[in-house]
């Protein structure tokens, strides 16, 4: 069995924790065994950089009165379909999706699941499947069909309408201004590239929070920014389909958390009755035991996955070791001049948090940058990634993964919500965590997914024991609420807990997995109130 070095959990209290200081060398590493480990662990103390105690935004928090969150997440682009009805403009997945080479298989999101239609019944499988919390995400394009100028008053009365049927029936909206679908018209001047993007997406932000903000309390501005530039930049698979391009991947980073400050302090601004954030997703660290230079490999990797988003959201900062890690990589960012109050200003309320896998790293071992992702299935790839010259990923063989090659350890579940209590403090909402599967119905189009099942239940399991030892964690949401376009892996790749029939009308069937939700939720809402 392998050993891995991680970051300091909840094993260790802070009362144990040497305070350090920016710059002071991390000496410290620990060996431990851990119950819910699959061998012996090594923690790091990662303080080299000291966490910005600066005071939260003084906002009452939504959070107080609200039950915990129990729900399921979507995203428009992947759900919607309607792709060029009610006054709607072009996105860019709209153009890239329709150019054929860049299409690997072969199917695009004009109909996807058909939610603009039929959102009322997936609202309604949603509250019968004893859910009390949806995250949705707006399409920028179908609010402003240029990407900038006059909103569109069909696209704000959809949503109106989602929201409405939402509140109506006990459902908690979780809004997220932009996952992915970025206007076309935005692409074509150079999009997340271009700094100015900043403040057309505050512009379209006011618009949303002027539109909703009596009704949602809770909002995020951007979906993954990270795994979004990593797919856009690095991987090369999410237009503009750019690999091993390090210093876009930073500077898209850098421009999308200044448009997500200057959001969020426009929301604050308004002085609206809700909590904002970013979401961000699988920030867990671990490094492989064999490791010759297990600080440095955490340091680097933290800063290559997590802290260009979560400094910025968390902190109202750009990470400290910036600089030093730009020069490490041999690249640079364009820069604006007001950036340090401009990111003072747009420090969130809380933190939506994504969890599917952990980052397990080693020394760099002189590949050139790339990264690993299978858009197809099969489990011939597994997920991966080196970044000259500070690190490499690891397959561990100890555990197992999917048919996309990705890790199935629902154990980081617990230790992802205590890694970020540790080391940042905030609330946080477990906005998407799910399984993806190729799945075959029985005749009457039932899906049995006890895969599902079985792997989302310890997720649960973890989670309840990081929020019996104290995490902050106010919801729960299982990505996905129906099936739906899984991006460049189309449509074979299911997540949801209600079946989409998309070769017969777009019939939709509860999984088995819908029902069992359904049951675990009611079972703790029991234990709780006993309790
Ligand atoms: C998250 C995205 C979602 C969703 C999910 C599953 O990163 O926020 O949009 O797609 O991952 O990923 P995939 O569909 O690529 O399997």
Redesign the pocket.
Known sequence: MPRIIRAQTAAHSKAETPVATVNTPIKTVHQTNRRHSEGTHILIRNNRFSRNETAMHAVPSPFDEMPFLWGSAI?AY?CEGAWNEGGKGLSEWDYFNAIDWMNVNGVDARVASDFYHRFEEDLDLIAEGGQNALRLSLSWSRILPGGTGRANEEGLSFYDRVIDGCLERNIEPNVVLL?YDLPYPIALKGGWGNTSIADAFGDYARICFERFGDRVRLWSTL??PQ?YSYNANIAGVYPPCRKADVHSYLQWQYNEMLASAKAVAIYHEMNLPGAIGVVH?DSLIEVATGTNNPAEVYTAADFFNNRMILCPALEGRLPPELDEMLEKLGTFLYRVPDEAEAFAAGKGDYLNL?VYARRYVTDWNNSPTSAKVDSVGGGATMEGQAVAPLYETLVDPSVPHNQ?GREILPRIMHDSLMDIKERYGNPIVLT?NGH?SLETPDDSGYVEDDDRIEIIGAFLKSLSEARNEGSNVRGYYI?SAMDLY??V?GYK?R?GLVRVDFDHDLIRIPKKSWAWYRDFISRDAARRADA
């Open positions: 995203a992947q996952h979906d993954e795994f997703n994504n996309w998407e993806g990505w899984s991006w892996n790749k997540y």
